[in-house]
């Protein structure tokens, strides 16, 4: 009885701490789309291809994530410039990655 009060007591009364970035509600929308897509491109582009069939699958999901996302984050660093803390979270992701097709 003692461990359930204790456990409801965590989950009830320590409050859930997590960062803005994770929370796409908490961005305009198109920084949460972008952010999404982004986030799933940079995932593809960092794993290794173990056979040809995953190489194939990794390089078609790079090529219909990842391209368009320079000009993406260009346009989105334009159109937010003045508000910090939009800048401050599309600044971790890297310039000029477009695909070679």
Request: hydrophobic share 40%; net charge negative.
């Amino acid at each position: 009885m003692m461990a359930f009060i204790l456990l409801f007591a965590l989950f009830v009364f320590v409050p859930c701490y997590s960062t803005a970035s994770d929370q796409a509600d908490e961005w305009p929308a198109d920084i949460a789309r972008f952010i999404e897509q982004r986030d799933l491109c940079d995932h593809f582009r960092g794993e290794e291809p173990y056979d040809e069939e995953r190489r194939k699958f990794l390089e078609k999901n790079i090529i219909e994530l990842c391209s368009g996302t320079d000009s993406k984050l260009a346009n989105l660093k334009e159109k937010y410039r003045e508000n910090s803390v939009v800048i401050e979270r599309l600044s971790v992701y890297e310039e000029d990655i477009e695909p070679n097709n």
